[in-house]
């Protein structure tokens, strides 16, 4: 069965720190990896990664994609409490199911002033 | 002006009732989607519908039912609705074909809840 998981479930960091946040998938026909942040209400998209691109950037927020190891990490740097969230990882697939993203289960950010 | 827009925001029902959400779209995307997320914070795919093919995650009960009058709108209607129905569902939509199907954009979101 197809399956993305993310470490770790809840972080608790203060504002200026560097946080990783982790995600691995098992998934057939893999296509891209998504990450999202979900504040209190819809996940906005933040970053996609595909083969073509396995490195994205934004400000503080930055993502790698390691197909050999079949992994993501999120990196924050000089944390914000606005960043305070859960941020999802997802894994879309070609073939039969395409455009149904597989999600984990998140990571829960909380970043102390 | 919101990209994907869901009512109601909140829903509160009886056990054995039958409710619609409505999802409505204006990125003129031609893919969309409904999840559930849980207690837990886990968002599942439950159905992705363009004009051409509906995909039905197989875990979801027959009582669930996405309803599409056009491209720009994917209701959902529950029938008999259960306990465990209760959750938020999101509406999303993406673009179709290619990776830019893979970037979805969420609607805010509708907590039920089932007395």
């Known amino acids: 069965e197809d399956k993305v998981v993310q470490s770790p479930l809840s972080l608790v960091v203060h504002e200026g720190d560097t946080v990783t946040l982790n995600c691995s998938y098992e998934?057939?026909?893999?296509?891209?990896l998504l990450w999202y942040k979900q504040e209190k209400k819809a996940p906005t998209f933040l970053f996609m990664l595909?083969?073509?691109?396995i490195e994205k950037k934004s400000g503080r927020l930055s993502s790698i994609l390691d197909k050999k190891e079949l992994s993501s990490i999120l990196n924050i740097t000089a944390t914000q409490t606005g960043d305070s969230a859960i941020y999802l990882c997802?894994?879309?697939?070609?073939?039969?199911?395409?455009?149904?993203?597989?999600f984990g289960k998140g990571t829960k950010l909380s970043v102390k002033p | 002006d919101t990209a994907v827009s869901q009512t109601p925001k909140y829903l509160v029902t009886q056990m054995g009732n039958d409710k619609s959400i409505k999802c409505e779209q204006n990125?003129?995307?031609?893919?969309m989607y409904w999840y559930k997320q849980d207690s837990k914070k886990f968002l599942k795919i439950m159905f992705s519908?363009?004009?051409?093919?509906?995909?039905i995650n197989e875990t979801v009960p027959n009582r669930f039912s996405p309803k599409s009058p056009d491209k720009a709108h994917l209701n959902l209607h529950i029938n008999s609705l259960e306990l465990g129905d209760s959750a938020v569902y999101f509406c999303?939509?993406?673009?179709?074909?290619?990776?830019?199907?893979?970037?979805?954009?969420f609607g805010p979101g509708t907590r039920l809840t089932v007395l």
């Open positions: 998934v057939t026909n893999f296509r891209s």
């Open positions: 997802a894994v879309a697939r070609y073939g039969g199911s395409q455009g149904n993203l597989i």
């Open positions: 595909t083969s073509s691109g």
């Open positions: 519908y363009n004009n051409k093919e509906l995909i």
């Open positions: 999303a939509s993406s673009p179709l074909g290619g990776a830019a199907t893979d970037t979805q954009y």
């Open positions: 990125l003129g995307h031609d893919t």
